[in-house]
């Protein structure tokens, strides 16, 4: 495909801009600079664009079965992020109605119904200092020891969690789909780099300082967030699938929680020996669609046995 025809057709499929596109399937300026130059895009790219538009008739190469296998991947995904508005419509109503249980009302203000101060940026600082923890990344202790991934992934939907609220504080829910909806076709690296991942992690903290201390206007402070929020996601292995299927999950231990004396110092974390959030865990991997209601049911008998 030509350069110019390239240009023509990603405008007929609605994208704005080239960077748009860019960023929709992950290629670098400098990558878009070469096709220009040469005036012509790659194969692989024509066949995403012919893909997106839904035409029949692809076009011919002599490497076409060779793409067409390594696209498979990219086209299950785009397939798979026609759900992705849904879910995230999904995810901010669930954090919105959370927040209203939990802070009252008014949590938007800032201020809970207890009239104490809520500061959803220092909550993501926290949680980011919680995800580094699950990493052996101390120089003078258990130098050889393994990440544990799988609550690196949790801590990663406890971020998730604080984000949608600081989103949710100073925007509607509507707006925060359309926010974040692109950001979330990406796909999880299989093999993490560990050091990166902690690097990447800690630009979370920087921007929660940044705008706290007034060095970032707060909206491009939220773009900063989503986008380097996904792409922390990506590094550490963590899909959009499986981050919206734990963000349910703890949601509903959330939720659990604070009915069962969370606030009031109460509730019994440790359930025969093993955290609430391994429990959780264990019951939504069996459930290919994870349901609220369901998954509340299934904790309040696993934690009537630890009574």
Not at 28 to 42: I, M, N, Q, R, Y
Not at 95 to 119: A, M, P, V, Y
Not at 170 to 180: D, F, G, I, M, Y
Request: net charge negative; glycine share 4%; aromatic share 10%.
């Amino acid at each position: 495909m030509l350069y110019k025809d390239f240009k023509t057709s990603i405008k007929s499929l609605g994208f704005l801009s080239i960077e748009d596109f860019m960023k929709y399937i992950g290629v670098t300026s400098a990558d878009v600079l070469k096709w220009e130059e040469k005036d012509d895009v790659p194969y692989t790219v024509s066949l995403i664009v012919h893909l997106l538009k839904g035409e029949k008739n692809l076009p011919n190469d002599s490497a076409l079965d060779n793409v067409i296998e390594e696209c498979l991947p990219l086209a299950s995904l785009l397939e798979e992020s026609s759900s992705f508005p849904h879910k995230l419509e999904e995810m901010f109503l669930l954090q919105k109605q959370l927040n209203d249980s939990t802070n009252g009302k008014n949590w938007e203000l800032g201020i809970n119904r207890f009239g104490k101060d809520i500061n959803w940026l220092r909550c993501i600082h926290m949680e980011v200092a919680e995800l580094i923890e699950s990493t052996p990344w101390k120089h003078w202790k258990n130098i050889n020891a393994q990440p544990d991934m799988n609550n690196i992934h949790v801590e990663l939907v406890d971020i998730w969690h604080f984000l949608m609220s600081y989103i949710l504080q100073e925007t509607n829910v509507p707006k925060a789909v359309s926010l974040v909806n692109t950001h979330c076709i990406y796909e999880a690296v299989e093999d993490v780099d560990v050091k990166a991942m902690v690097k990447e992690s800690e630009k979370l903290s920087y921007i929660s300082l940044a705008i706290e201390t007034g060095n970032m206007p707060t909206f491009s402070g939220i773009e900063r967030f989503i986008d380097q929020f996904f792409r922390c996601c990506k590094i550490s292995g963590l899909s959009f699938t499986w981050l919206q299927k734990l963000y349910i999950g703890k949601n509903c231990l959330n939720k659990f929680r604070q009915d069962n004396g969370y606030k009031e110092g109460s509730y019994i974390k440790e359930w025969n020996g093993r955290e609430d959030n391994v429990v959780m865990v264990e019951i939504i991997e069996t459930m290919d669609n994870v349901s609220f209601d369901i998954l509340y049911e299934e904790l309040t008998q696993a934690y009537n046995k630890c009574k």
